[in-house]
């Protein structure tokens, strides 16, 4: 009877002890402010450098970058002020 009862609470102790897992998010990053062919690559490396960054893909020619993070880690409106610190303002595309 002692058995199954501590076989339970250590069962039920694992689960409610587990670390919350992240999920990976996509987000589309309106950035106007484009105006080259070497802006992608001031974004890129400005969001890439966020904790949590997974990829980035930034195009000229549709002015958006988009972004694949770890939402435990960062947030979309960090990845937008990643990108205004680096001249670039940019908004979430819905």
């Given at each position: 009877m002692l058995k199954p009862l501590r076989t339970g609470l250590l069962l039920a102790?694992?689960?409610?002890?587990?670390?919350?897992?992240a999920e990976s998010k996509t987000v589309t990053l309106s950035v106007p402010g484009m105006n080259c062919d070497l802006c992608p690559i001031t974004i890129?490396?400005?969001?890439?450098?966020?904790?949590g960054v997974a990829s980035v893909e930034a195009s000229?020619?549709?002015?958006?970058?988009?972004?694949i993070f770890d939402d435990a880690k960062t947030t979309a409106e960090a990845l937008t002020k990643a990108t205004s610190n680096a001249g670039y303002p940019s908004t979430v595309k819905n």
């Amino acid at each position: 009877m002692l058995k199954p009862l501590r076989t339970g609470l250590l069962l039920a102790f694992a689960f409610a002890s587990s670390p919350v897992f992240a999920e990976s998010k996509t987000v589309t990053l309106s950035v106007p402010g484009m105006n080259c062919d070497l802006c992608p690559i001031t974004i890129k490396k400005a969001i890439s450098k966020v904790p949590g960054v997974a990829s980035v893909e930034a195009s000229y020619e549709k002015k958006q970058a988009v972004v694949i993070f770890d939402d435990a880690k960062t947030t979309a409106e960090a990845l937008t002020k990643a990108t205004s610190n680096a001249g670039y303002p940019s908004t979430v595309k819905n």
